[in-house]
């Protein structure tokens, strides 16, 4: 990849804030993806399973299964160490996590995942807008 000089890097940068400055206060959605554990309480023998919901202000619209392609990390972590769960779990796995609770302490799930690119027509872009000033531009 090419080196940008430093005044180069700078206008990219001011043009990247300016257009999201501009796109900020005008109501373009994005779908939130989000995890949910079931059960919302656990205790040692329970199952602790992780939903991967994808919806609009957390209004779940479908759960997604594991996609590996996407998932570029993906780990449970404790205090005694972590798991890589990308080396265990299928591709396609739903719930994105399920594991059985086998004694008392603190864990965090981790799951990252890459942009998706999307191409879509100026139809149904302006669909998903909330805002008309935005498609005046």
Do not use: N
Not at 8 to 35: K, N, Q
């Amino acid at each position: 990849m090419p080196r940008l000089l430093p005044s180069t890097r700078s206008s990219v940068l001011a043009f990247t804030v300016a257009m999201a400055s501009f796109l900020a206060p005008f109501g373009v959605e994005a779908h939130d993806y989000w995890l949910v554990q079931e059960p919302s309480t656990l205790k040692v023998g329970d199952t602790c399973s992780m939903r991967l919901l994808v919806g609009d202000r957390l209004e779940p619209e479908l759960e997604r299964a594991l996609q590996r392609d996407i998932t570029t990390r993906y780990e449970w972590l404790t205090a005694s160490g972590s798991l890589d769960l990308l080396e265990s779990l299928p591709e396609g796995a739903k719930p994105v996590f399920q594991r059985k609770v086998a004694q008392t302490e603190t864990a965090l799930l981790v799951m990252d995942r890459d942009f998706v690119d999307i191409e879509t027509t100026y139809g149904q872009f302006a669909g998903r807008c909330t805002s008309p000033a935005i498609l005046d531009t």
